[in-house]
C-alpha cells in the first residue's frame, strides 16, 4: 500500500516524494545479519539500472508480483525457453581483468612489418587517453540529433578534409567499414554512374580488398576480369564500367598510372585508386594523377592494430559523383541564428527510404576511429605527417641500399615504405625466415619465394639494424655512409608531392598537448553522450557500457597484433573468440558463429549471401525470393538486393503482426524460387509476435530459410533463443545487446550465428581463413570485410559483458529491459497513445508513441518534440520509424528508475505545452517546441521577443538546474540550406577564437 501511495504521490510532484519513497524504503528494509567477509557487489546489480525496490514498484504499477510473471506474460509461451544458457557462472570485474589480461599475454608481440595495408603506429597517449578510452567520446549515438552532436561532427568534418586534401579530390564521406568494403563501395558506385557490368581490376591490389571485391560484385551479376596489366584493357569497347588499382601496389612499387587514367577516362571508364594517406604526404595525389575516386584506410594515422580492427575506411570522390557517394557525410550548414552548423547531408539513412533501390546498405561508419584519425592530423599537422612520412620513407631507403649491397634484388624501382625482395639463391626465404624468427620479426612470404618488408610510423634504426642482420648485410652506420642511396627517394623524382595539404587552420594550431586536449575537451562538451542522460533511441539499445568491459581494449596484448601475424602468435585472441562464441550460440539456440561481419548491415549481407550459397550447392540456383515485411529495418531490402536476391513484400496487420494470410499466399506463389524469409523479432513495432514458430515453420515447409535480424535481441536473450523457434541464421548487434558502445556511429559488429546445415558457407579470407577448421567440408560464398575476424579489437567488450553477468544476469537484464518499456508506456499513458500491444496488452523492450494528430491540432511534428527534448537533456527517441510521425522509445536495462521518471517527466511537460497550443494559450509559430533547443546565448542575450520566458525555454521543469543544465550550442538546424549548398570540408575561418 505504502508504494502505490507514494507513486501517486510521485506524479504530483516528481523531485520530493521520489526521494522521499526511495529513503522510506532504505529505511524500513530489515537488516540482513552482520556478515564479517560480505561477497563483492556483483557486476549484474552495477549494469541493470533499477534497485530491487524499484522494480518492485514498477511491477506494481503494471500489475505484476515478479519479472518471471511479466516473462510469461510478454513472451509467447510457445517459444520461452525454459532453463538457464550454458554459460558459466559470473565472474567480479576484478577477477574478469586478470583473466582477461592472461588470455591477451598469450598473444605474442612480435615485430610486424608485414604491411598488406597494416600497420604499427604512434597513437598519441593523449589521444588515446581522451577518445579511445573516454565515454564522453565512446558513447554517443550516431549525430541524427546534430544541435546535441557538434562536437562529433565538426571532428568528422576535419577527417572529410584530411582525406579529401590528401587525395587531392573534392569530397570525402565520414568513413566506410574498412579497405576492402570501400573498394567494393567505389566499384559500385561506378556501374550505378554508368550502367557497364565490367570492371577491370589490377592483381596489384591486397588480396583481401580483391577478394571482397569479387564478392561483392559476383552477387550483383557484374563481370570482374583480373588483370596482370590493367594497361592491356580494351577501353575502346566502352564496356568497361571502372578500372581499380594501387598505389603504392601491394609489393610497395609507386608507379605513373596518369597515362593509363586518361585513357580509360577517355571511353568514359572511372578510375578508382586504393592509396596509403601517410604516403601521400610524399606523393603526388590520386586526383593530380587521374583518379575519379580514391580509398583505403586511414588506420596507420593514430589507430591501433587491433588483430584487424577497427579502423576507418576512407572513401573520396570527384564532385560530379557526390550525390551517389555511399555512407555518411558530414556538410555544413546553417542554424536558425544564421550561424554555421554542421550535420549529415544528402543521402545518410537513404536505404530507409529507398529499401531495395538503396545504393548502399551502409548503416554504421567507424566514426570514433575516423575522429581519432582526424585528431592525429590535426596534432601533427601538415608538417608532421610529412615529417613522419619522411622517416619512413628514409628508413626504407636503408634498408633497400643495404639489401641490394649483400646482392638481393629489389623489385620496386620507386617505392614509398615497402620492399619486394627477391632474394639470393645462398640466403632464400628460408633462411630469411629462420633469421627473422631469431629476431621474433614478421614479414610477408610470397609464395614464389620473395620477401615483403613494410616499414612503419614505430621502426627505429635499430629496427633496421636487425632487419639488415635478417638479409645478412652491413649494419646501418655502414649503409649510411653512401650517399647513393638517397638517389631513389621520393623526394628527389616526379613523383614526389608539390602541392599543399591540410592548410586549414584547425590542422596548424594545435600541435601542443595542452592545445590538443583542449580541443578534444571541447568538442565532447559540445555533444550528448551515455555520460549525461538516458538516450532512448528505439531499436538502438543505447546500454551501458562498462569501464570494466572497455578496459582490455587497450591492453597492448590486444592494440599490437597484426591480422595476418602467424596462428600461433594469436592464440589469445583465438581463445577469447573461441569463448565469445561458444557463449552467444549458448545465447541464441546456434551452431557456429562468424567474427568476419563488422556491421550490422554486414552482418544481414553476410548471412543472406551465406543463404544463397547454400541453395546454390544443394543444386537450387533458381532460389532467389526474398520475403521481407513491410516494417522491417531499412538495410534489410537493401542487404537482400545486394545479396542479389529479388525483395517481395509481406504486409502486416494493423496491429503490426505480420500478415499469415498473405505470407501463405506468398510463399505458396514463389515455393520454387524461395530463398529466405527476414524476419525482425520482436517486430520493428516493439511487440512480441505470437506466431513467429509458425512463421518459420511455414517458410522451412515451402524450402526457405529463415533469417532474423538481431536488432531486437535485447528483448530475447535468456527468454527465448531464435535458433530453438525455427531461425537458421541471424546477425547479432554486439553494439547493442552485448555493450560495445556506438562510438558516435561506429564501430560496430554484426557476427552471425547460424544452425549446423548453414556453417559450411559462412565467409572466408584469403590469406587467414576463419574456416580452415573444416577443411573440405568449406563452401565459402567469399569474404565481406578485410580483416578474417573483422573488429577483433573490440570482441573483449562483448565477451567480458557476458562472463561478469552469468546466464542468470543477462536473463534479469533482459527482463528489465521488458519492464522498463512497459513502465514508460504506461506512465506516459493518457498523455501519448502506445500504438502497437501485444494482445495481453504489453510491448517488448521498446514502443511506439503516437503523435501523428500534433500535426493537426498544434502544427507539431516529431522533430518539434525532438527538438524540444535538447532543452532538458536529453536525446530524442526515434524519429518517424518504422511509422511516419512516430516516436520509438527504449530505455534498456541500464536506466534506472529516476532517469526514466525524468524522462517520461520531460514528456509529459513537453504534451502540456503542446496542449497550450491546442487551446489557443501558445502561437502555432511561436512556442517553445518550433524555436527549440534554446541555446545559453540566445538566453542570455539583452533582447528577449518570445511569447514565453526564458526561464520556460531552458528550465522548463525543477529537475533542470543550473548545475546540471545541457546547453545545445547551436540553434535548431537548415537541413535544406545544407543540401542546397553543400560544403563538405572544413570552411574558411573568419575570426577563428
Known sequence: ????????????????????????????????????????????????????????????????????????????????????MDINEPISEYDLIDRARGIAEKNQIWRSYIGMGYHNCCVPHSIMRNMFENPGWTTQYTPYQPEIAQGRLESLLNYQTMVSDMTGLDVANASLLDEGTAAAEALSLCHRHNKRMKFVVSERIHPQTLAVVQTRLDALGLDVKVMTDVREADFAQRDISAVLLQCPDTRGLVYDYSGLAAAAQEHGTLVVVATDLLALA?????????????VG?????GVPLGYGGPHAGFFAAEHALVRMMPGRMVGVTRDAAGRDAYRLALQTREQHIRRDKATSNICTAQALLANMSAMFAVYHGPQGLRDIATRV???ALVLDYGIRQRGHKQSNEVYFDTLHVVPTADHDANAIKARAQEKKINLRYFKDGAVGVALDETTTMQDVDDLLWIFDGEKVDEVVKNDALRSRSLLKGPFRRTSPYLTHPVFNMHHSESKIVRYMKRLENKDISLVHSMIPLGSCTMKLNSTTEMMPCSFKHFTDIHPFA?????????????????????????????????????????????????????????????????????TNPASAHMAGMRVCAIRVTANGDIDMDHLKDMVEQHSSQLSCLMLTYPSTFGVFEERAADVCALVHAHGGQVYLDGANMNAQVGLCRPGDYGSDVSHLNLHKTFCIPHGGGGPGMGPIGVKAHLAPFLPSHPVVDPLADLGDAAHSFGSVSAAPFGSSAILPISWAYIKMMGPKGLRKATQVAILNANYMSRRLDGHYKTLYKGERGLVAHEFIIDVRDLKKTANIEPGDIAKRLMDFGFHAPTMSWPVAGTLMIEPTESEDLQ????????????????????????????????????TQEEVITEEWNRPYTREQAAFPVPYVKGETKIWPTVSRIDDMYGDKHLVCTCPPVIDDF
Open 1 to 84: 500500500m505504502f508504494r502505490l501511495i507514494a507513486h501517486k504521490c510521485a506524479r504530483k510532484n516528481y523531485l520530493n516524494n521520489n526521494i522521499f519513497k526511495n529513503v522510506k524504503r532504505c529505511v524500513t528494509q530489515s537488516p540482513k545479519s552482520e556478515n564479517l567477509f560480505p561477497e563483492r557487489v556483483d557486476f549484474p546489480s552495477r549494469h541493470i539500472g533499477p534497485r530491487d525496490h524499484d522494480v518492485v514498484t514498477m511491477l506494481d504499477l503494471l500489475g505484476y508480483k515478479s519479472l518471471d510473471q511479466l516473462t510469461d506474460d510478454a513472451v509467447p509461451k510457445q517459444i520461452q525457453f525454459q532453463g538457464l
Open 282 to 294: 610524399l606523393l603526388r595525389p590520386p586526383a593530380e594523377c587521374g583518379a575519379n575516386l580514391a
Open 297 to 301: 584506410t586511414s588506420q596507420r594515422l
Open 393 to 395: 620513407h628514409n628508413a
Open 566 to 634: 602467424p596462428l600461433e602468435q594469436c592464440q589469445g585472441y583465438h581463445t577469447l573468440f573461441a569463448e565469445l562464441a561458444q557463449d552467444l550460440c549458448a545465447v541464441t539456440g546456434y551452431d557456429r558463429v562468424s567474427f568476419q561481419p563488422n556491421s550490422g548491415a554486414q552482418g544481414e549481407y553476410a548471412g543472406l549471401r551465406t543463404i544463397k550459397r547454400y541453395h546454390e550447392f544443394r543444386g537450387d540456383t533458381g532460389r532467389n525470393i526474398c520475403l521481407i515485411p513491410v516494417s522491417a529495418h531499412g
Open 899 to 934: 532517469e526514466i521518471d525524468r524522462f517520461c517527466e520531460a514528456l509529459i511537460a513537453i504534451r502540456k505545452e503542446i496542449k497550450d497550443i491546442e487551446d489557443g494559450v501558445m502561437d502555432k509559430r511561436l512556442n517553445p517546441l518550433k524555436m527549440a533547443p534554446h
